[in-house]
């Protein structure tokens, strides 16, 4: 089960980083209720929502959200929208073992569009090792078995992806947003 249709995810990308571009969640809430959209949670301060908004676009409720933002807060914000069913199908896709490994190390860069095959060829995976990489659909899926912390791949996935909005969420929160949408 994965929530009633019209059940969506929001990922905001790049918000309460360093104590730049603030964006409490307590105000994204009322920002989304202002929308019309209803049932809206948060989790985490890094820009995760679910709500409910009948069926659109995805496409369409990420415009209003990142409109409905710099009218709020002052400041563009990239958002992207998944259905409840695309965030789920997304999880299912994962190439990596992901029930046995560390979820903080496990992370899915989620894309608005298909990453570009060619600019990905590019990225040499020898040059990152240990680190490691597979594209889904629309999501890169990175597995760093030191951590990210010193990690130079996603800094070089996301130069790949150039010209797309990118947001990263690690699979704790992938697997908490799942939670979310079934409630």
């Given amino acids: 089960m994965t929530g009633h249709p019209g059940t969506y995810v929001a990922l905001l990308r790049g918000i309460n980083v ?18 019309g959209w209803t049932d809206v949670r948060t989790h985490l301060t890094s820009g995760n929502a679910v709500f409910t908004a009948g069926e659109r676009s995805t496409g369409e409720l990420a ?14 914000v990239a ?13 299912d896709a994962c190439p990596y073992p992901a029930a046995d490994l560390d979820p903080a190390r496990l992370l899915v860069l989620f894309l608005d569009r298909a990453p570009d095959a060619g600019r990905l060829a590019a990225v040499d995976p020898a040059a990152f090792a ?11 899926y990175c597995w760093f078995p030191n951590g990210m912390g010193r990690s130079k791949l996603p800094g070089a996935l996301e130069a790949a992806c150039r010209g797309r909005t990118v947001t990263g969420r690690n699979w704790r929160t992938v697997t908490k947003l799942l939670e979310m949408v079934r409630r």
Avoid at 24 to 35: H, K, S, T, W
Wanted: aromatic share 6%; charged share 30%.
């Fill in 18 to 35: 360093g104590g730049h571009r603030k964006v409490p969640m307590a105000e994204l809430r009322q920002v989304m209720d202002g929308l």
């Fill in 63 to 76: 415009a209003e959200l990142e409109a409905a933002i710099a009218g709020h807060f002052g400041f563009p």
């Fill in 79 to 91: 958002c992207l929208v998944r259905t409840a069913g695309e965030l789920r199908a997304a999880a």
């Fill in 130 to 140: 240990p680190d490691e990489f597979r594209a889904g659909e629309r999501e890169l």
